[in-house]
């Protein structure tokens, strides 16, 4: 069915830019109603939302997060991306790509498998 697979540097220095693509088969991110995500989990800690580009291509973002975090798409190549600026070494994370979607209620109904970014000089 659904796949997500993230992809890009798994090592970024102190005060660059963390880039990720995630690569979206089995259905088109410009499907309505499915909202593109993206989540990380640093170690030892809970999950935290980033943010997600919607089918209808609008960006919305975690408060925390917002004014580092850009996320954009390419609908030719069914992939869309995660740009964080400014990282420190708290933003070392496993950082995934979901969909999340309404059923009665929101929910990710599909997963990547994650990805290890490290942020260190």
């Known amino acids: 069915q659904v796949q997500l697979q993230e992809s890009g540097p798994g090592l970024v220095k102190p005060s660059q830019t963390l880039s990720l693509t995630c690569t979206v088969s089995?259905?088109?991110?410009?499907?309505?109603?499915?909202?593109w995500s993206w989540i990380r989990q640093p170690p030892g800690k809970g999950l935290e939302w980033i943010g997600f580009?919607?089918?209808?291509?609008?960006?919305d973002y975690s408060p925390s997060l917002q004014s580092r975090t850009s996320i954009s798409r390419d609908t030719s190549n069914n992939q869309f991306s995660l740009q964080l600026s400014s990282v420190t070494p708290e933003d070392t994370a496993v950082y995934y790509c979901?969909?999340?979607?309404?059923?009665?209620?929101?929910?990710?109904?599909?997963w990547g498998q994650g990805t290890q970014v490290t942020v260190s000089s």
């Open positions: 979901a969909r999340w979607v309404y059923s009665s209620s929101y929910y990710y109904d599909y």
């Open positions: 089995g259905g088109s991110i410009t499907t309505n109603d499915y909202y």
């Open positions: 580009i919607a089918y209808s291509g609008s960006t």
